[in-house]
């Protein structure tokens, strides 16, 4: 008879396992105790087809860097301090790198960890005067990618969910419109999103899931906060479909609200209730009442 262990190490992924079994340190430092001064100069030390986790440890500090990690280089980790979080941080914009290569962190790929880091974009907030002002802080791209008590900001795109099945917990996502987008198969769990609303409506995610494609943004015990009234949550590049769908919302925040529940539907034609009774590919758009005060 197989044992709970058993059963479990049965569930594994081999190569995840293989990997984990024996974790190498690689120490950052930017005043030269460490390994190596900078992100980049860590990434690339990692050698191509690396088949062990490689921890990069990171002490606490501005890093003023674009980091990109190739599909080549998985297993890797980027770990700080809880109580001093290293920052991760560069202007890029849609106008000189295009939308999705702005990203101060780009990672393509498999099995990538992220804890107690803070990754943003520096680009000023859009104002309207110019063209292509979207600034991600993250594009995430692989698969297997694994986010904790991580604290993304930046204003109009913020991150980019791209591609891949990726978890993010205990996070903080900070952004003006869209900031939460792109095509990735996400749990979101215990997170905190806030909306920094322009005039009007804030949209908060535009996931891109068409009516043949495995994938979604899913909100479980998340918190949204911000500075506007009212805000949809969720928008789809494919109005056919549902990109996203949030659960369990904090019903404390719900009660220090005026103006009735924190999560509502919009009534239109074609679109499914909030507890998606509909069929799989009826559209979803959830509508969120912010908190003005923020925290």
Known sequence: MSSPTDIVRATLDPALEAAEAKPRTIKVRQDGSGDYRTL???????PSG???????DIAAGVYIEKIKIEKDKPFVTFKGSASNMPTL???????????????????????????????KNSAPRPGGRLK??????????????????????????????????????????EGTVDFIFGSGKSLYLATKINVLADQGL?????QARHKEDDTGFS????????????????TCMDRETS???FLHRDEQRRRSLPGGPIISTLNETGRCRLENTGARDQALTLVAVLNSAGS
Do not use: P, W
């Open 40 to 46: 980049t100069d860590a990434v690339e030390s990692i």
């Open 132 to 173: 292509e002002e979207q600034a991600v802080a993250l594009r995430i791209g692989g698969d297997k990618a694994a986010f904790y008590n991580c604290r993304l900001i930046g204003f109009q795109d913020t991150l980019c969910d791209d591609m891949g099945r990726h978890f993010f917990k205990n996070c903080y996502i």
């Open 202 to 206: 804030a949209v908060i995610t535009a």
């Open 89 to 119: 941080t560069f202007a890029g914009t849609a106008r000189v790198y295009g939308t999705v290569y702005s990203a101060t962190l780009q990672v393509y790929s498999a099995y990538f960890v992220a804890s107690n880091i803070i990754i």
């Open 243 to 245: 990109g996203g769908v």
């Open 219 to 234: 909100f479980v015990h998340c918190k949204v906060n911000g500075n506007r009234e009212r805000g949809v949550f969720g």
């Open 50 to 56: 690396n088949t062990q986790r490689v921890i990069v």
